[in-house]
């Protein structure tokens, strides 16, 4: 069979598929952020996220990270060792579960959250702005509906 029969009796349209879709929208709108802290921080994705929960939230378990974010516990313990590392964020044994500890963001980690959170409000501006407010908003609802964060 010819890859043109194969094209012709084949229907599906992967460019419309929305999982390859919904991926290709988040390597593509990553790329330039990824730029930033990679290039400035030398941090991977995971680091990013868990230095963005620790400035957002505070202080977390590297557990209550992982189940807000998703990532699973592997993941998490590389980047709070790398993050941990580079002095970004402080370590303390949970008292009460002594297998648990306490993650909390270093001044110097603080500073460095602040910094990327100024870049990624400008790039979700500028990302928003490709779309009306309208488009902008419905877009978001319907990411957090696939994500299941409403």
């Given amino acids: 069979m010819s890859d043109a029969e194969i094209d012709e009796k084949d229907e599906f349209d992967l460019r419309n598929f929305l999982p390859f879709l919904l991926n290709q929208a988040a390597e593509e709108s990553s790329l330039e952020f990824q730029g930033v802290y990679k290039n400035r921080y030398g ?71 602040k910094e990327l959170r100024e870049v990624a409000q400008s790039y979700d501006a500028q990302l928003a702005a490709l779309f009306t407010n309208g488009e902008a908003a419905l877009l978001r609802m319907m990411l957090r509906r696939l994500a299941k964060m409403e």
């Fill in 43 to 113: 941090m991977l994705r995971t680091e990013w996220r868990v230095l963005f929960h620790l400035g957002i939230y505070g202080e977390l378990t590297a557990k209550e990270i992982g189940e807000r974010a998703r990532i699973h516990k592997t993941k998490i313990s590389r980047a709070v060792a790398k993050l941990a590392e580079r002095r970004f964020l402080m370590r303390t044994r949970d008292d009460l579960d002594r297998r648990s500890e306490k993650l909390t963001l270093t001044p110097q980690g603080l500073a460095v959250y």
